[in-house]
């Protein structure tokens, strides 16, 4: 029933060639997406139809209509349709743009993202990140009760997507600028915002177990965001994930598991890797000046077999700190008084031994670069942790000068022959 209507709407399309692209395309979708999909005469494919502001708009007839729910179901469906020849589409957010085929298509595919419309105001109250299908209209309503607001339509009606991705004037223009000049950032800025707000909140969630993580492939020379968020207590969708989780690009795999499944990672193949570190102080803006760094030394260093970088950033919030004085303390330095930070690791991996000294240059360039942004901003804790420290790096001494006289008694009392110290050579030594 549902092929044959599919079918039908495919008249629409002219040559035979559209007509069983669209078929084929249309049923796949179906196939892989279930009800997410609808065809003509469905109530969802109606309601879709109906909302474009324009008639001509709202005359076309796609083949089928795609409502994702998740930025997921949109990759899918586009990486579908890519596999389709012919197989045409257009995307709607609120459909305001009133020419015919702007947001609509006769015989395609129609992926109405009306649907990805979460709205959440991070703690600050400064940073709003908002789902690319909703209205402004929705957005000013969230935002009310917190006396904010934000630079977008006029008419509450008009679409975030479209307004944005246009320019977007707003009653606050002569104030702020176009719409698109208030974006923070699409998908990576809002990461690194997210995870400043966990970061640096005075009330840090215990249960919270973060890292987030961007990648670079030589090769490719793209970048992705790769973030492990993990709860400690069985609650699905904490709201300290809320934000996180409201990130348009970042697809969600939420499920409640034990740590040995969790724990139960794929072994990596064998590669060549390097670790460093640093830690600071948290700041999205600095997060992104990390961010420039890295993509301006990596850019245009592509080592024969290439070298994935995995930049990681963990949180040491003053909480976790504040537990070692209950069993009497211990030698790493670092103080709850210190307040919240965060820990970063460069690591590389790389499967061509004979780029090692190229490789592991190149990552000595950029911690340094950032080291010393970070102490220019004074954004820099001394604090290097040693799991996560270069051979060339001094984490013992980033204990603290007391700290380190300590170890040095202990070695003397208990090693007077230095057998540990000079024996084995692998490893900080005091
Ligand atoms: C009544 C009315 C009032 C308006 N008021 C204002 C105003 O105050 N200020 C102003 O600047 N403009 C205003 N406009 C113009 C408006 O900005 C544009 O029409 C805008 O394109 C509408 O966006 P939409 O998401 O509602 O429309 P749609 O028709 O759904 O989309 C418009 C275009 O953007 C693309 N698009 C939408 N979402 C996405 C997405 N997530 N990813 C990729 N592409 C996407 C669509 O493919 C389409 O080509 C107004 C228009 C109308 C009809
Ligand atoms: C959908 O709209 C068409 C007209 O475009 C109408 O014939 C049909 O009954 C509608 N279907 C539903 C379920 O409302
Ligand atoms: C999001 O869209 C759904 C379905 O259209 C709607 O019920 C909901 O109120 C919207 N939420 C926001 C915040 O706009
Ligand atoms: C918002 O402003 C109004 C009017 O000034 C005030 O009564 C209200 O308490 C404010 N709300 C918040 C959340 O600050
Ligand atoms: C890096 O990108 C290249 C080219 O796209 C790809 O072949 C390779 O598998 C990628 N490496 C990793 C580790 O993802
Ligand atoms: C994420 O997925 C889980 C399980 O599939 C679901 O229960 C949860 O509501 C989803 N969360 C969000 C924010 O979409
Ligand atoms: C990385 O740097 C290159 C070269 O300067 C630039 O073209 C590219 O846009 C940058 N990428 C990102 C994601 O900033």
């Known amino acids: 029933m549902k092929f044959l209507w599919t079918v039908t709407s495919c008249a629409w399309a002219v040559h035979a060639g559209a007509l069983r692209a669209c078929g084929t395309c249309c049923t796949r979708l179906q196939r892989e997406l279930g009800s997410k999909v609808s065809s003509p005469g469905q109530p969802a494919y109606n309601a879709t139809e109906d909302s ?30 890519g596999t389709v020849d012919g197989c045409n589409f ?32 991070n703690a600050d109250q400064s940073v709003v990140s908002v789902g690319a299908g909703a209205s402004w209209l929705r957005v000013y309503q969230y935002l009310d009760p917190f006396n904010v607001s934000v630079a977008g339509g006029r008419n509450g009606l008009v679409g975030v997507g479209g307004l944005t991705v246009g320019g977007g004037i ?15 950032n699409f998908e990576r800025g809002a990461v690194f915002q997210a995870f400043t707000d966990i970061v640096s909140s005075p009330d840090f969630d215990i249960y919270t177990s973060l890292v987030a993580g961007f990648l ?17 207590r069985p609650v699905l969708d904490p709201p300290v994930f809320a934000e996180l989780a409201a990130v348009p690009s970042i697809s969600n795999s939420s499920q409640l598991t034990s740590l040995a499944a969790l724990a139960d990672e794929a072994a990596t193949p064998p590669l060549n890797w390097l670790f460093a570190t640093a830690t600071f102080k948290p700041s999205v803006e600095f997060m992104q000046e990390i961010f420039d760094i890295l993509n301006s030394t990596f850019y245009s260093f592509n080592p024969e077999g290439g070298v994935v970088w995995d930049i990681a950033f963990e949180p040491l919030p003053s909480v976790m700190l504040s537990y070692a004085a209950k069993t009497g303390g211990n030698i790493l330095g670092v103080q709850p008084e210190d307040g919240n930070s965060y820990i970063m690791l460069l ?4 499967p061509n031994s004979a780029s090692n000294a190229a490789v592991e240059k190149v990552s000595r360039q950029a911690l340094a ?39 040095r008694e202990v070695r003397r009392k208990y090693d007077p022959l230095q057998v540990f110290q000079k024996r084995v050579p692998g490893g900080f030594k005091l």
């Open 170 to 184: 707003s009653h606050f223009s002569p104030r702020v600028g176009w719409a698109c000049d208030n974006v923070v």
């Open 52 to 81: 474009y502001w324009s008639l001509q708009e709202a005359g076309l007839r796609p083949g089928c209509i795609l409502r994702p729910s998740t930025a997921q179901d949109v990759a899918r469906a586009v990486s579908i349709i």
């Open 347 to 350: 690591s590389a991996l790389w």
């Open 90 to 121: 257009a995307i709607k957010g609120q459909g305001h743009a009133p020419a015919a085929g702007f947001a609509n298509i006769d015989g395609g595919v129609t992926i109405d993202m009306t649907g990805l419309n979460s709205t959440v105001l």
């Open 369 to 407: 670069a950032i080291e010393a942004r970070a102490k220019a901003e004074g954004l820099l804790r001394g604090f290097q942790y040693l799991n996560y420290a270069a051979p060339y790096q001094t984490p013992l001494a980033s204990y603290g000068a007391e700290n380190l006289e300590f170890l």
């Open 216 to 232: 670079y492939n030589s090769t490719s020379k793209t970048w992705l965001i790769s973030n492990s968020a993990v709860y400690t």
